[in-house]
């Protein structure tokens, strides 16, 4: 039974990554535009870049699955898989890709990896808070190839994408909300994809435990206890 207070076990509504998810608006037009490029890139490799929440690992996933592509992880950058990575696929992705940071290894298997694509065309994408040339990269080889990779800026959603956002998000969960109770959010909440996720779960646990529509109070009660979560995990870091 729930206590007062507290969320009912969460239903499963997985993120959706696809194309037709995929809102684009000032923010991510160009990013958009990129990936429509494809595969005319003038180089091997492309970086995603923006801060947490603004989409970057649903463009790639869009790329990804257009392309064919292998998604990567640190532990497979081994400078001797790569000549079987490469004969598995010629478009891959790498997401977080700053994660390398400090792994001899890893850096030395993207450098491997970016020479091979260079060779036989292929392509990599990469996804990262901050543009490569900033990362503390030991190869020198490698942090010279990786000043050359073209940077795709996405910025933070703006208010008129984050109401698209949520209205999209609850239309996904068959809920029809008021234009006051989206414009409530709006004041209070983060510019982040994420932030709309998050949101939107909980609002929708809320309702179906409560068996009520999402009204201005209930959003404030639930905004109220995420922020109260966030604390928490903040001061146990």
Not at 28 to 47: F, H, K, L, S
Not at 219 to 226: A, S
């Amino acid at each position: 039974m729930t206590k007062p207070g507290q969320f009912p076990l969460p239903l499963s509504h997985p993120p959706r990554y696809g194309r037709e998810d995929y809102l684009v608006g000032e923010a991510n037009q160009v990013a958009m535009e990129w990936i429509d490029r494809w595969p005319d890139w003038p180089g091997p490799v492309t970086c995603l870049v923006g801060p947490s929440g603004a989409g970057k690992t649903h463009l790639m996933t869009i790329w990804q699955r257009q392309s064919q592509a292998l998604a990567l992880d640190i532990d497979v950058l081994e400078p001797t898989q790569i000549g079987e990575l490469a004969e598995a696929a010629t478009s891959f992705t790498l997401d977080d890709a700053e994660r390398l940071i400090g792994s001899a290894a890893a850096e030395e298997g993207l450098f491997h990896l970016f020479n091979r694509l260079r060779a036989d065309g292929g392509h990599l994408l990469l996804t990262s808070s901050q543009g490569p040339a900033r990362w503390d990269i030991q190869l020198p080889d490698l942090a010279s190839r990786l000043k050359t990779v073209p940077l795709i800026q996405l910025a933070p959603p703006d208010d008129i994408m984050m109401a698209a956002l949520l209205v999209k998000q609850f239309s996904d969960r068959q809920l029809d909300l008021p234009g006051a109770v989206i414009d409530y959010m709006l004041k209070r909440m983060e510019r982040s994809y994420a932030a709309v996720q998050a949101l939107v779960a909980a609002l929708d646990q809320q309702a179906l435990a409560k068996q009520r529509a999402i009204t201005i109070p209930m959003v404030r009660e639930v905004m109220d206890q995420l922020d109260a979560a966030s604390d928490r995990s903040e001061e146990d870091i």
